[in-house]
Nanobody
Framework: QVQLVESGGGLVQAGGSLRLSCAAS??????????VAWYRQAPGKQRELVAA???????NYADSVKGRFTISRDSAQKTVNLQMSSLKPEDTAVYYC??????????????WGQGTQVTVSS
């Protein structure tokens, strides 16, 4: 059974950094061939793509996070990390890990984690 577990969220002041991790279990082959992405959803807003990474390492970022966030994956450990720097209050949201979608974000995958809250105070 597919399971994605996010960790690393929390409260941080504007300008600070956080590192989110997504750990996968039960999906060795699927994980190794699939795009993994981070989405976020702020209160009252639609869920949006933050960053995605393909099995070959191609990445895509939302314009709002380019230059501040970095996505990386460790296929052996079945983890994907999102390093977030220069955080802004508008980055406040629940962040979700997603497996199996398109790197462009046009289609999300079928597998989601439970989400982790990121709160950036001004």
């Amino acid at each position: 059974q597919v399971q994605l577990v996010e960790s690393g969220g929390g409260l941080v002041q504007a300008g600070g950094s956080l590192r989110l991790s997504c750990a996968a279990s039960g999906i060795s082959i699927t994980w190794s061939i699939s795009t993994v992405a981070w989405y976020r959803q702020a209160p009252g807003k639609q869920r949006e793509l933050v960053a995605a990474i393909t099995r070959s390492g191609t990445t895509n970022y939302a314009d709002s996070v380019k230059g501040r966030f970095t996505i990386s994956r460790d296929s052996a450990q079945k983890t994907v990390n999102l390093q977030m720097s220069s955080l802004k209050p508008e980055d406040t949201a629940v962040y979700y890990c997603n497996l199996g979608g398109l790197v462009s974000g046009e289609r999300s995958g079928a597998h989601w984690g439970q989400g982790t809250q990121v709160t950036v105070s001004s």
